[in-house]
C-alpha cells in the first residue's frame, strides 16, 4: 500500500500502473491481485485508511473540560500542530486528498468524503466548546467550520506543495509555527491578539 500511496503521489493514479507497484514490491502481479481486486480497490483503501488516521488526530483535540479564551487558542494550537506533523509524516497521502492527481471519479468522490468527514470533525469540536459554554450558543457552526476546514486546506496546499516563487515563507515554517499562526487567526482574526 505504501509503495502505491507514493507512485499515485508522484505520478498520478491513471499513469500508475499495477505492474510498477508489484515490481517495486517485489511481488508477483498475482499476489496483489489476492489482497486488491483492482488499482482502484487498493486506491480506495489508502484513502479510507487516511481518512481514519486524520479523524484520529482532529478528535485528539476535542474539548473534554470548559476554558477561557486562552484555553481554546492553546487547545487548537495542539490539534494544528498534531494535523500539521501528520501532514508531514503523510506526504504522499495529504497530496492525494488536496491535489488529486488524476484520479477517476469514484476515487475524487471518496477524497471529497475524506475532506467532507474532516469538516465534520471541526464541526463536532466547535460544537463541543458551544456546549462547554466556551463559545456563544448563536454562532454559526456549519460556516465556521467551513472556514475552518478551508484555511487547514490552504495552509497545508502551500506548506506542502506551494509554489516557490510566492508560498517561500509559509513552505519555510515549521509545523509549530503555522499551527500557532492558525489558531490565533482562529480566533483573533487579521488584527490578532490586541
Not at 32 to 61: C, D, N, P, R
Amino acid at each position: 500500500m505504501q509503495i502505491a500511496l507514493e507512485k499515485f503521489a508522484r505520478l498520478g493514479y491513471h499513469q500508475t500502473k499495477i505492474s510498477d507497484i508489484v515490481q517495486e514490491a517485489g511481488v508477483a502481479q498475482g499476489t496483489f491481485y489476492w489482497h486488491f481486486k483492482s488499482k482502484e480497490a487498493i486506491a480506495l483503501e489508502i484513502i479510507e485508511t487516511g481518512k481514519e488516521q486524520l479523524l484520529q488526530v482532529i478528535a485528539q483535540g476535542y474539548r473534554q473540560d470548559p476554558g477561557d479564551i486562552a484555553d481554546m487558542v492553546k487547545a487548537s494550537e495542539a490539534l494544528f500542530h498534531r494535523l500539521f506533523n501528520f501532514a508531514a509524516e503523510n506526504r504522499h497521502l495529504m497530496e492525494i486528498l488536496l491535489m488529486g492527481n488524476g484520479a477517476d471519479q469514484t476515487i475524487r468522490k471518496r477524497i471529497s468524503a475524506t475532506r467532507n468527514a474532516m469538516e465534520q470533525a471541526f464541526r463536532r469540536n466547535i460544537e463541543r466548546a458551544i456546549e462547554l459554554q466556551m463559545l456563544p450558543e448563536g454562532i454559526e457552526v456549519e460556516l465556521r467550520a467551513a472556514l475552518l476546514m478551508s484555511m487547514c486546506d490552504g495552509l497545508l496546499s502551500r506548506w506542502l506543495f506551494g509554489s516557490e516563487d510566492i508560498h517561500s515563507k509559509v513552505a519555510e515554517a515549521s509545523a509549530q509555527q503555522l499551527a500557532s499562526e492558525l489558531a490565533n487567526f482562529e480566533f483573533y482574526g487579521l488584527l490578532g491578539k490586541i
